[in-house]
């Protein structure tokens, strides 16, 4: 777990202008169509492993009824937004559009107790980046890519979906999935969240090293969501790499968006 003044040092270089990481910002909220998705995959009682992103998955996956959810990602502020859409929800807010900072500032400052020490570390953090920027709008800085709202399977269960939050702290990797992750443990989840992860890695190492920690990672019979935005570009490269140890499935979407999205999903072989 990554200390708070590394946080907030990774936050100065991205108001500065200085960071050089491909995913520097966050996003405000999910681009893909998780109302639908969460009518085709079931999720309930499972144990899942989520990119973290904006949260919305987790957030859905919670409220669906997982039994157990860990979260990673390439962006180490992913985890600290997570509490912050976290505290969101306890006042029945679905995220911070259109929310004044003295609001947000006393949304942090009087959040519901939490003994989570990382929780804690995400109170200053938030804290400070509040008092440094002086945006009308809040996610009008380079820190987010703002996206408009979509309806998402916990959209009117806010409430409920807080009181369960309140019980669980998920484990949070700031981890590059592409890489070679020679620590992942084995055989742990049902369900791994990818996202369109793959989508910004065709790089046939990148593509072996996800397929591995992937087989590390599930349960026999597991399965991988994912989701393809941009196109189907080198999929068949992707397929042949995971074909001699997960099965291919489509899962068919009608995307009420103007971006066409592919949603597939691989199951682990016994």
């Not at 309806?151 to 070679?180: A, G």
Request: with cysteine; proline share 1%; charged share 25%.
């Amino acid at each position: 777990m990554r200390s708070l003044n590394d946080d907030l040092e990774y936050v100065n270089t991205i108001l500065n202008g200085q960071n050089e990481e491909e995913f520097g910002f966050l996003y405000s909220r999910t681009n893909e169509n998780l109302l639908n998705l969460f009518e085709k995959i079931d999720v309930f009682n499972k144990i899942v492993y989520t990119v973290l992103s904006s949260s919305d998955f987790l957030f859905s996956a919670v409220d669906a009824g997982v039994s157990k959810i860990d979260s990673f990602d390439i962006n180490p502020i992913s985890y600290r937004y997570y509490h912050l859409r976290k505290w969101l929800l306890q006042k029945n807010l679905i995220d911070a559009d259109g929310e004044s900072l003295s609001t947000l500032l006393y949304i942090v400052k009087n959040h519901i107790h939490s003994d989570f020490i990382q929780e804690q570390d995400s109170i200053d953090f938030w804290l400070d980046f509040m008092n440094r920027i002086d945006n009308v709008h809040f996610y009008s800085n380079i820190l987010f890519e703002y996206i408009e709202r979509p309806e998402v399977p916990y959209s009117n269960n806010k409430k409920e979906l807080s009181e369960k939050l309140k019980l669980i702290n998920p484990k949070f990797d700031y981890i590059d999935i592409c890489s070679n992750l020679a620590t992942v443990g084995a055989n742990k989840y049902d369900l791994v969240y990818l996202s369109n992860i793959l989508d910004y890695n065709r790089e046939e190492q990148r593509l072996h090293n996800c397929c591995q920690n992937m087989l590390n990672l599930l349960q026999n019979n597991g399965e991988v969501i994912c989701s393809q935005i941009q196109s189907k570009h080198n999929l068949d490269k992707e397929l042949d790499i995971f074909s001699d140890y997960f099965k291919y499935d489509e899962l068919f979407i009608d995307n009420g968006y103007n971006q066409k999205i592919l949603y597939y999903k691989y199951t682990k072989k016994d």
